[in-house]
């Protein structure tokens, strides 16, 4: 999706750009977590888009990193790192 142009904006508009941007920045942070634990993500996926498509790769590894946190959070987790308290990859499903 495209944000409306800054000439054109209303306050419906406006509000529109601020929750697509916030979409945005948590989107990118999800793949950014996944990209550092599963190195599925740092080259483009070799395969047609309905073959990529019914794979799910990205859910798969939402799922995975999910039950690592919770099962194994000191394991997991490198000491610098956030805990799973404080985020859950598992929400990308309602957006």
């Given at each position: 999706m495209?944000?409306?142009?800054?000439?054109?904006?209303?306050?419906a508009?406006?509000?529109f750009?601020?929750?697509?941007?916030?979409?945005?920045?948590?989107?990118e942070?999800?793949?950014?977590?996944?990209?550092?634990?599963?190195?599925?993500?740092?080259?483009?996926?070799?395969?047609?888009?309905?073959?990529?498509?019914?794979?799910?790769?990205?859910?798969?590894?939402?799922y995975?990193?999910?039950?690592?946190?919770?099962?194994?959070?000191?394991?997991?987790?490198?000491?610098n790192?956030i805990?799973?308290?404080?985020?859950?990859?598992?929400?990308?499903?309602?957006?």
């Open positions: 495209k944000p409306y142009s800054q000439k054109c904006l209303n306050e508009r406006y509000e750009n601020k929750r697509l941007s916030r979409a945005r920045v948590v989107v942070n999800t793949f950014g977590i996944l990209d550092s634990k599963f190195g599925v993500f740092q080259k483009p996926i070799s395969l047609e888009p309905q073959k990529a498509k019914t794979i799910r790769s990205t859910m798969a590894c939402c995975v990193h999910n039950f690592l946190a919770k099962e194994s959070n000191q394991i997991y987790f490198h000491p790192e805990s799973t308290d404080e985020y859950d990859i598992a929400d990308l499903q309602t957006l």
